[in-house]
């Protein structure tokens, strides 16, 4: 059995409520407090934000026209992808979005990054 749960956002400006929203969300934890669903929803949406801004930061997505087919999907999937293996490679104490940059430059780097995590045998 599911359970039913609504949460109540607001949004401020100069410190007094803007506006607010009110958002119903079914989960099947019944046995959950309000509070542990709501942080829960609360880091899931900001865990999308923060890799939202990342994307959007390190490769320019909300400026990319893709419009035809599944290119915005394929693009948006690929972007992703470039992001954690830049993510993962530790080598170089720099921002993802130069990491980016080395890479296209360096192909030795770029080697690098791609190859993060494989061992050879």
């Not at 893709?66 to 290119?71: D, E, F, Q, V």
């Not at 993962?88 to 980016?100: S, Y």
Request: aromatic fraction near 10%; include cysteine; hydrophobic fraction near 35%.
């Amino acid at each position: 059995m599911s359970r039913r749960y609504q949460t109540l956002f607001w949004r401020e400006e100069q410190g007094k409520p803007a506006s607010y929203e009110r958002r119903d969300y079914i989960t099947s934890h019944r046995d959950k407090s309000a509070d542990f669903i709501a942080c829960a929803i609360r880091s899931h949406w900001h865990i999308e934000t923060k890799l939202h801004w990342q994307l959007d930061v390190s490769f320019g997505e909300d400026s990319q026209r893709l419009r035809s087919g599944h290119a915005a999907e394929n693009i948006a999937l690929m972007n992703k992808t470039a992001l954690n293996l830049l993510k993962n490679e530790k080598t170089v104490k720099v921002g993802v979005k130069t990491k980016r940059q080395k890479a296209g430059w360096d192909n030795s780097y770029m080697l690098k990054v791609l190859t993060v995590g494989f061992t050879s045998v």
